[in-house]
């Protein structure tokens, strides 16, 4: 290979400042997205016995991956907040099956997964963009649902007035790495 294709091409740095994000369930959580991460990804490790040392790692063949965050700004009525906290009630359904059949009837309820019945997940896509603001690659999640929603503690002791986020933690089946069509980004080898 030459030295040329060994080059960097971009010099441009990635910025923390640069993405979007869109959840179908959920439009105006991801509308006030303030903060969003790429989760980890982790292989699993196997131990290969050894008599003269100690055990030698090898790789192992599955793989894990951290949970999805999101933080979003929260508006005065509480619709975006509503809109996770009832996804959630209508998945564990505390009160009554109602909230599940209330949850399939959601208007943003919009895809049905092969062998499942029932809607209890969404895809949602994290944008990330370049120093130019255009989308220069993208994070698919599929199959996300939400577990954990932070609390809002009023303080009327503040002096400065402080508006609300919230953060929301996602498990979800997998994600990929993905060009501006959805394909997957191309393996690179040296």
Known sequence: MSRLKKQISNRNFLSSLKFKF????APKVAFFANKANIPEITLG???????????IPIPGDTM???DFEL?????????????????IRGLG??????????????????QR????????????TLFILN?????NFQINFRRMFPYQ??????????????????????????????????????????
């Open 22 to 25: 869109t959840l179908n369930r």
């Open 45 to 55: 490790v196997a131990e290969q016995s050894n008599y003269l040392t100690q055990p």
């Open 64 to 66: 894990s991956f951290g």
């Open 71 to 87: 933080e979003f700004l929260i508006d005065e009525d509480l619709s975006n907040y509503m809109e996770i906290q009832n996804w």
């Open 93 to 110: 359904f505390p009160e009554t099956l109602a909230q599940i059949y209330d949850l399939q009837s959601d208007e943003n309820s919009y």
């Open 113 to 124: 997964y092969e062998g499942n019945d029932i809607d209890l997940y969404s895809d949602g």
């Open 131 to 135: 120093s130019n603001d255009v989308v």
């Open 149 to 190: 929603l932070s609390t809002l503690n009023f303080d009327a002791t503040n002096t400065d007035e402080e508006y609300f986020t919230a953060v929301v933690s996602f498990k979800y089946l997998m994600y990929n790495i993905c060009d501006t069509h959805g394909n997957h980004l191309p393996k690179k080898y040296s």
